[in-house]
């Protein structure tokens, strides 16, 4: 979609004045969902951890509304790592770091990777940082035998949503080895993350036990984790998503273009804080999650972008490939279909 401004304005000025009414930050607001969702997360986990002398099937049951309420806090990491819950940044880093420990996520690496993402979300001369790595359809054919079986292994289900979480949030956010040691700060939040995931361990086994404490949290982390990845991944790989090279590549238009609104029900929408209207968030980074809804109900140029259903996001899994011929997304079974573009190593 292109935005509409008069001529006269470029698209950033126009964008800006069109969203900054949304940007505003209300720090009782912020303190309100902070304040709840800790309260309903941690008697949530506490009911778990009582149903463990129940039936362990009735600790699965509550599995999924404790997952829930760690994503919404992990939304507010989120919101808090873009300077968009409090108004003060030092709250926000403070709220981000506990948030952090609890999500495996060490705050301040997440963060400066996080804004990479932002900075080059779309461009296929910047990916690296914060993204689901995307080849187009010219790479993958370009690639060995055992090059594009490793890209199949990597773009599966399966490691999406099982082997990919556990290794990104329990692994590499232990010791991210793609960070400079030149990233200070990173680094120190790395290692003080650390410390504060060890605290809680022994804290868990001093007090309910270590088996009580696997059964809780190995699903917990798993579930969580999962739909996490699952959230930020099927926001940007759908059909008609946005990719261009550098000289072509417009920070707008892969806002817009790049970034699907995820029709979601409203309590889903509750539960994820609302980072399914995807593309004004990365439109502007600024606005609270607590405005995103709003602004998508009172701008109408907000409700003309790729709409996703739960359904038709499933049906996005499959799409593998940037196909720069057509424009679009393509599945790997498409490729097979072009047997002109093959080549073997």
Known sequence: MQPTQP?????????????????????????????T????????????????DVSYWLTLALLLPTSGFLIRLFIFQHDCGHGAFFKSQRINNWVGFFIGILMLTPYQYWRRTHASHHASSGDL????????????????????KRGRLRYRIYRSITVLLLVGPIYQ?????????????????????????????IVLLVLGWQTIGITKLLLVQVPLVMTSTAIGIWLFYVQHQFEDTYWRNTPEWD???????????????????????NIGYHHIHHLSSRIPN??????????????????????????????????QASGKLVGFSEIRQRPSLRTDH
């Open 37 to 52: 969702t800790s309260a309903l997360f941690i008697l949530s986990w506490a009911a778990m951890v009582w149903s463990l």
């Open 125 to 144: 001369d910047r990916r690296g940082y914060g993204d689901v790595n995307t080849l187009t359809v010219d790479e993958y054919l370009a690639l060995s």
């Open 7 to 35: 001529q006269a304005e470029s698209a950033a000025s126009y964008w800006n004045r069109l969203l900054a009414p949304y940007m505003e930050r209300s720090p009782k607001r912020a303190l309100f969902q902070l304040v």
């Open 251 to 273: 920070f707008h238009r892969a806002g817009l273009e790049g970034s699907s609104y995820y029709e979601l029900p409203a309590v889903l929408h509750w539960f994820t804080g």
């Open 290 to 323: 607590y405005h995103l809804r709003r602004c998508f109900r009172e701008q109408p140029e907000m409700q003309k972008v790729t709409r996703l259903t739960i359904w038709e996001s499933v049906k996005c899994a499959r799409l593998k490939l940037w196909d």
């Open 169 to 197: 949030f329990v692994v590499k956010h232990r010791f991210p080895l793609d960070a400079p040691r030149s990233w200070k700060r990173e680094w120190s939040s790395i290692m003080w993350t650390n410390v504060g995931i």
